[in-house]
């Protein structure tokens, strides 16, 4: 498993290795039993079959018992896990904000500056140095700041990203943060997570699109990197003095 | 072998033909459904060939990518393959006709039209199907499919490059071949749809006096399950694909939302449609299509087994019951493939619960076939060597829909090589060795000789370790979180960076695996003229087909049978021999 950046990710982890142990535990048993019986039970050994066969209750006792587990799985852990995952959002004023908005073959980030408001777009006015169409001329859109294929975001606060496609789906695959959600378009989407760990330095961390999008799937890839508030801060103001 | 001789002495092929047919409507236009069996079997093993043999090219790239082709290279012509190298258009188109070719030209064609043809029948003692002009009909309506589908190779821009699956807006988008792939589709499954309402009219109308239901080989109730998921589930796709076309070549927007910009430029489009529309019907009918290509390998294996344990399966009844609710169930599962889409808790709730509740028959049915073990007399033939590698392979295949099938645990796993490992442990070392098994253990029957078996077990240990190679290292690198259908094979992602190392022994295992199947198709033609003889009854089996001539003639039993006892009656007490056959009447015991 990569690195774990998030701070649902170790819940997620941890419950995938259980899954694992049980699949496991189930192929094992199962399979020193089943190499048991090809050796006992070979014409050579027993060339004479019982017609009657086994009368244990184990194959019984086996399966109530994973299908006990799978319950145990599912109220004990995914539905729970879910629900926080899609419905436990964060209040926005308590969260960094940014739309992700998908594109063959790149990811344009969106953050609403200052004002906390994200400016009207057009498609209208969708161009080379405007993928997003934005309306500068919106007061919302004055202080708005657009990257491609670079997403910061500052540590130990919820991120909320508000997920978009301008063409065909992708999906917005953060391996590092147990974090993937398609971008559908005509839909936006919300998720959400909060990082835990800094990005060390000289290291990228990756987005992934995940969903076969076109010939240059195999490189759509955006960045992103987890700075300390105040570096982010500083970030931000980079990136607007550059708009 | 010499009881069979003793109690069925081989027949002489002196039965009667009906009037003597010209060599075109025998074996080309023919409604007979062992001819018809043949010829979907035979093609279905091509399209098997050709489809595996995409993916070998592929595997070269994720191996080696940017390197050229070796061999083949320079045959890929220069609009795919510049200088030998893949480029990533024609990866695409590679891998979405690999898909599509496996799954609806290949196995599916294999596994129903194949086996249910020219198995089913028989074992239920019947001349024939019930329409064996609607039969010939499925066949021709599928080589016309498959015909297609191989003609938009040639067309501008190429074959189909969006996936087996076709997600909009992309296929919307995407080049001419995806229209040829969408018409394509709409014969393939008109073919399917005839196939499925042949079987059901034939189970339900032909048996043979005394095969009541439940004494059905396993075999036929997998066929009867699998017809009706055709039947039910393909409509939605086939009305999905005409969708689809429409929005392609008639400016529609069934599946188009408003406000699309393609490459910058605004789509002119109506819009108000919706992507996931498409994936609901696509799913819809895709994940019955799971259960129509495993249940009829399963089948296979049953059969295969109860023949090769000397004993009667283990829980005849559970298996029973618990495919008919599978494929109940096979209709409320779909949407487990579409976690991510943005569900909701209610939804997920929903496909979660219903996706853990059909693990519960497939782990009866695996359980009943392990357990048929205990107490057996395993003869380990070539066709009982695949059915019993399937039983593992097809285990790891259903364990590692667990994760998958939880949405939480699907988060980090969805679209990466852990799911590609999961469905080809179903589909490759499970479906596809229970088909080879299939072929083994009934091609004396078809042909009245067996087939060779050093060259079976050469190709079986061969096969076996080699695609071991291929599919295991996926879990691992979908653990990773190697994302799937990467043109480079993700060699661009630092997350990537070490389990891409793994393609290039599993680019060379896949390569051994190509030529394994060597040992296969060389024994195939070798064994229809050379192979040893075998008797009427060339297993010693107990159902009904082994009691018609090897190869049967055409309306298949001199007498029409007459069945006395359940199907796998082996080693029954106070009887010498250790089969009793089906057609066996108890006088004669």
Same mark, same amino acid.
């Given at each position: ?78 539905? $729970? ?32 500056? $200052? ?15 405007? $993928? ?21 975001? $500052? ?89 | ?126 001349? !024939? ?93 997998? @066929? ?43 789509? @002119? ?296 006892? !359940? ?18 009447? !108890?006088?004669?015991?």
């Amino acid at each position: 498993m990569p690195i774990v950046a998030s701070e649902h990710g170790p819940q997620l982890d941890f419950y995938n290795a259980l899954v694992h142990l049980l699949m496991f535990a189930l192929f094992i048993g199962w399979g020193a039993y089943f190499v048991y019986a090809l050796y006992r039970f070979s014409a050579k050994r027993n060339p004479r079959a019982n017609y009657h066969g086994t009368k244990g209750k184990l194959g019984k006792q086996s399966e109530i018992a994973v299908a006990i587990v799978e319950v145990l799985f599912l109220v004990g852990f995914a539905f $729970p896990a879910w629900a926080v995952r899609v419905n436990a959002f964060p209040a926005e004023s308590e969260a960094t904000v940014v739309r992700v908005i998908g594109e063959q073959f790149a990811w344009n980030i969106h953050y609403p500056g $200052p004002d906390g408001r994200f400016g009207r777009t057009d498609i209208k006015l969708v161009d080379a140095s405007n $993928p997003l169409g934005l309306d500068r001329r919106d007061a919302a859109a004055k202080d708005d700041i657009t990257t491609i294929n670079q997403l910061n975001l $500052p540590i130990d606060r919820p991120v909320i990203v508000h997920l978009s496609s301008k063409d065909v789906i992708h999906s917005f695959g953060l391996p590092y943060f147990r974090v993937k959600q398609d971008a559908n378009p005509g839909m936006t989407i919300p998720v959400w997570f909060q990082p835990t760990m800094l990005t060390p330095e000289g290291e990228s961390w990756e987005i992934a699109c995940s969903q076969l999008c076109g010939l240059g799937h195999y490189r759509m890839r955006g960045f992103v990197t987890i700075q300390t508030r105040e570096q982010f801060e500083a970030w931000l103001k980079e990136q607007a003095a550059a708009q | 072998m010499e009881h069979a001789t003793a109690v069925h002495p081989p027949v002489a092929h002196h039965v009667e033909h009906a009037p003597e047919l010209g060599f075109w409507w025998k074996y080309v236009f023919s409604t007979d459904h062992k001819v018809i069996g043949i010829q979907y079997a035979i093609t279905g093993l091509l399209f098997l060939l050709f489809g595996f043999t995409l993916m070998a090219i592929m595997r070269w790239q994720l191996a080696y990518p940017g390197q050229p082709v070796p061999v083949i290279g320079a045959w890929l012509g220069a609009g795919n393959a510049s200088g030998g190298v893949i480029l990533p258009e024609f990866y695409n188109q590679l891998g979405a006709m690999h898909g599509t070719i496996m799954v609806f030209m290949g196995v599916v064609p294999l596994a129903v039209g194949g086996f249910g043809n020219f198995v089913m029948p028989l074992q239920i003692g019947a001349p !024939d199907m019930a329409f064996p002009r609607i039969n010939m009909a499925s066949y021709w309506a599928y080589f016309v499919g498959g015909v297609v589908m191989l003609a938009s190779f040639f067309v501008p821009g190429g074959a189909a490059n969006s996936g087996w699956t076709s997600y909009v807006p992309l296929a919307v988008t995407a080049t001419t071949g995806q229209t040829w792939w969408l018409l394509g589709m709409v014969f393939l499954i008109t073919s399917s749809l005839l196939g499925s309402l042949n079987f059901i009219v034939t189970i339900f109308q032909l048996r043979a006096p005394g095969l009541t239901f439940m004494r059905l080989p396993i075999f036929v109730w997998m @066929q009867l399950v699998t017809a009706y998921l055709l039947l039910l589930a393909f409509p939605p796709l086939e009305a999905a694909a005409i969708l689809q076309l429409m929005d392609r070549v008639a400016g529609t927007s069934f599946f188009l939302p408003s406000g699309l910009v393609v490459s910058g430029q605004v789509v @002119q489009i109506s819009g108000g449609g919706n992507p996931l529309l498409w994936q609901h019907l696509f799913w819809f009918l895709a994940h019955p299509e799971v259960y129509v290509l495993i249940l009829p390998g399963m089948g296979i294996v049953a059969e295969v087994l109860a023949n090769n344990i000397r004993k009667p399966l283990w829980g005849y009844k559970p298996i029973v019951y618990s495919v008919v609710f599978l494929g109940f169930m096979s209709f409320v599962v779909w949407a487990h493939h579409m976690f991510l889409t943005g569900m909701g808790t209610t939804m997920s709730a929903f496909f979660q619960t219903t996706t853990m509740i059909i693990s519960i028959p497939s782990v009866i049915i695996l359980t009943s076939l392990f357990l048929s073990l205990w107490g057996a007399s395993i003869r380990f033939t070539t066709p009982m060597l695949f059915a019993l590698a399937f039983l593992p392979m097809f285990g790891i295949g259903g364990l590692t829909g667990l994760p998958l099938g939880l949405a939480p645990t699907d988060i980090h796993l969805h679209d990466t090589y852990y799911v590609i490992g999961h469905f080809h442990y179903v589909v490759a070392p499970g479906t596809l060795f229970a088909l080879f098994a299939g072929i083994y253990y009934w091609f004396p029957k078809a042909t009245g000789r067996y087939m060779n078996d050093l060259l079976g077990k050469i190709h079986f240990w061969g096969s076996f370790v080699a695609i071991n190679i291929v599919f295991f290292p996926m879990f691992i690198q979908g653990l990773a979180g190697m994302n799937r259908r990467l043109y480079d094979g993700g060699i661009q992602y630092a997350h990537a960076q070490e389990t891409a190392k793994l393609h290039v022994p599993m680019g060379y295992a896949t390569f051994a695996l190509w030529f394994f199947q060597l040992f296969f198709i060389v024994n195939f033609f070798w064994s229809i003229k050379k192979g040893r003889q075998a008797p009427q009854n060339a297993w010693d089996a107990t159902t009904l087909e082994w009691s018609a001539p090897s190869p049967p003639p055409h309306g298949n039993f001199p007498e029409p049978p007459v069945v006395y006892r !359940d199907p796998y009656e082996y080693s029954v007490p106070g009887h010498p021999a250790d089969f009793t056959p089906q057609f066996q009447s !108890d006088k004669k015991a």
